[in-house]
Every structure is written in C-alpha cells, then in structure tokens.
C-alpha cells in the first residue's frame, strides 16, 4: 500500500487542524493505521493508532482527548482529527499501515508501510 499524507500547515496556539492520509494499490481495510510525528532533533513518536475496523483506537497520553483518529475503509482514507493545538505539537506528522496482529501498535518498527510526512508548525 502507498500512502499520501495531506492537510499540515501553520495554526496559532489553540487552533485546529485536520490531517488527511490517502492510501493506494491496497484495501486499507486490511491495515491497522497510526499516526506518528517527529520534532526536529526528537525521535519519532507514537501519535495515535486506529484497527482495522476502526473498533479500537489508541492515542498518546499527550493527544488525548485533543485528537481523534478516523478512517474510511469506503474512500480508503484515514484522518487525524487535531483540536486546541500546542506548541509543542509541532512537528512532520507521518501516517503508517501495519499488516501485521502486533499488539505493539505505538512502536513505528511495526508498521511496514509509510507516507511522506506533513509539516504542522503552532504558533504561540
């Protein structure tokens, strides 16, 4: 599967955005999705987290109750839905699919397939 990560760009303090992943050349049904993002100079961290299904969701401790992950198996589509941004949620945002039953869904090594990243920058 190829993914196409969309919808970043610059929000002040507070604001909202919504990012958007586009998946191709396979039935995003057959992934679990996850958002991770990265800082300059910070490692790649674990954002959120969707089943296949979209039953389960997951979310970092720092995003939660902020962001809300979504797909739409129909449109092959999966959203990142993010609310009363901060600072410090700066970062390229990536989205990943992950075929495998791993039930280490916030480690990236487990997702074998990745878009190309967006950029979100908050303003303070």
């Known amino acids: 599967v190829q993914l196409q990560a969309s919808g970043g760009g610059l929000v002040q303090t507070g604001g909202s955005l919504r990012l958007s992943c586009a998946a191709s050349?396979?039935?995003?049904?057959?992934?679990?999705m996850g958002w991770f993002r990265q800082a300059p100079g910070k490692e790649r961290e674990f954002v959120a987290a969707?089943?296949?299904?979209?039953?389960?969701?997951y979310y970092a401790d720092s995003v939660k109750g902020r962001f809300t992950i979504s797909r739409d198996n129909a449109k092959n589509m999966g959203y990142l839905q993010m609310n009363s941004l901060q600072p410090d949620d700066t970062a390229v945002y990536f989205c990943?699919?992950?075929?495998?039953?791993?039930?280490?869904?916030?480690?990236?090594?487990?997702?074998?397939?990745w878009g190309q990243g967006t950029q979100v920058t908050v303003s303070s």
């Open positions: 050349g396979s039935t995003l049904s057959n992934y679990r």
């Open positions: 990943a699919a992950d075929r495998s039953l791993s039930p280490s869904y916030s480690s990236s090594r487990i997702y074998g397939f």
């Open positions: 969707v089943s296949r299904n979209a039953a389960i969701t």
